[in-house]
């Protein structure tokens, strides 16, 4: 419904990736730092408002995949110095961990949904926090690589200023923003859709509706799992904390906040969760307060969030 | 005369104390079409739901073109050929009218699970799906969320949803609920055409019994959980028994 004028849409797309690949000649360190992480976060985002927005599932446990992303990609970096290994190992991880836990979970809807993935969310968390041997218990991993892109013996590209990494973080992105522009538009996307309208009605339309509805869990999951495997060689460290609940709020504020039903709204509430963040924390520590107080006001004000502003015909 | 279609025997099922279904042996046999009627609380939607798979039996069996089907899933019976609209209106609300109808046929296809092919590209399927709005009467309408439609057509659209699945056997639960009249003639009309056309075989619930009697060949009727009676509508018309359980006020008046 936004494609009243899909050519000035499809303009302003353009402009702003070369904007984005632009910006660290434009902008300073620390804004580049923000890019990252808001690139991150819209990653992240996307995943969870597939379930959500697309699919009609509210889950409160994606940190946990956030989280299993982030640590996977940090023992791998700390044992074979390869980016590649790295990120797909975290998507792989995640993935797996997916598929699992949404067999148990996609049986459920609504509110028992929900509650099943905190609490697997939050499972993720205690096993981070306790399994001092493997996670490093509350300390976390701490001294990983911005290690390069290799192909061994072929080809190697050394990623390890903030800005090469930006590159890296900012191109994965967009094939993953790119993918799932494409699925909401596909016959599976649509499928989706379809089951969060009327469950009943598309079991009637010959969907196997438990089927789909684990296919868009592991796919929000493998997101959030390379979400998680780009913020590591960012931070060079990871500590329980991304795996706790508070992050699984993350994609669900930043998603409300630019829009549940318009495809780009994830990706402007996450620009708009760090500005707003990044504005608040200048005047006091309690920025999550005000952070909240902003989502409800949004909510009441536009119910479809902000990116519906201008999708409105 | 026809073939046998569908085949319950000793179909049960009890909630609590309720035998909500009770034995019932059923035969539909393809291109008549049956309307089941009976009081509230007959039984009949739970009959519909034991034979789409909505719930699954205490006892009995269901039999789909002679293979048994009692315990498969709604979505395998509705590939094998059965499908069904439901008692409160049931359509994909925030899709458009063309993709509501788009689903069963992508589904039938096979091609549910393509996730970077775009929906506009399946052209073989958009095309059905057109000719199957074009037949409901909502063809100027395919580009609407199906929400934004009047109760009416949303009833038309429901139809248009369960016949995309191409169904042999197509259960229609109160199809003309809450319609005016000339609306209904509408519904009554597209499912004799359907019927005809796309040689479905409706089975219909109907609280209506003028609906009843100028659509059906053939009646069924239901009272606590049991079949009593079934015959052509001229003999359910004559049949004491009916006339006191559930016609009577009817006839009497």
Known sequence: MADRSPRRLTALVGLLVLALFLLPWVVGRYSVYLAIQILILSVFSLGFNLLFGYTGLLSFGQAGFFGIGAYAC???????????????????AAGVAAVVLGFLSVRHTRIYFSMLTLAF????????????????????????????????????????????????????????????????HSPLGLTLQAIRDSESRAEFAGVPVRTYRLI??????????????LLTPLENTVTPGIAHWSTSAEPVLATLLGGVHVFGGPIVGAFLFFMLKDIIVRFTQYWLIWLGAIVVALVMGFRGGVASIFARR | MTTELLKTEGLSKRFGALAAVDG?????????????????????????????????????QVYFKGEAITRLASHQRTRKGLSRSFQLMNIFSRLTVLQNVLLPVLSRHGSTLKPLARVDDQAKAVAEAGQILKEVGLWEVQLHPAGALSHGDQRLLELGIAIASAPELCFLDEPSAGLTPVERATVL???????????????IVEHDMDVVFSLSDWIVVMNRGRLLAEGPPSLIRENLEVREVYLGEELSA
């Open chain 1, 74 to 92: 940090a023992k791998i970096l700390l044992a074979v110095p390869n980016l590649f290994l790295g990120l797909g190992g975290g998507v792989a």
């Open chain 1, 121 to 184: 969310g939050m499972m993720v968390f205690s096993i981070a926090w306790k399994w001092r041997d493997f996670t490093g218990g509350d300390d976390g991993l701490v001294g990983i690589p911005r290690a390069p892109l290799e192909i061994p013996g072929l080809w190697s590209l050394s990623v390890a200023t903030q800005e090469r990494y930006y590159y890296v973080v900012l191109v994965v992105s967009l094939l993953a923003i790119w993918a799932m522009y494409r699925l909401v």
């Open chain 1, 216 to 229: 868009a869990f592991t796919i929000a999951g493998l997101y959030a799992g390379l979400a998680g495997a």
């Open chain 2, 24 to 60: 019932v042996n059923l035969t539909l046999p393809s291109g008549r079409l049956t309307a089941v009627i009976g009081p509230n609380g007959a039984g009949k939607t739970t009959l519909i739901n034991l034979i789409t798979g909505s719930l699954l039996p205490d006892a009995g």
């Open chain 2, 189 to 203: 009309d597209l499912i004799r055409k359907l019927a005809v056309e796309r040689q479905t075989t409706f089975v």
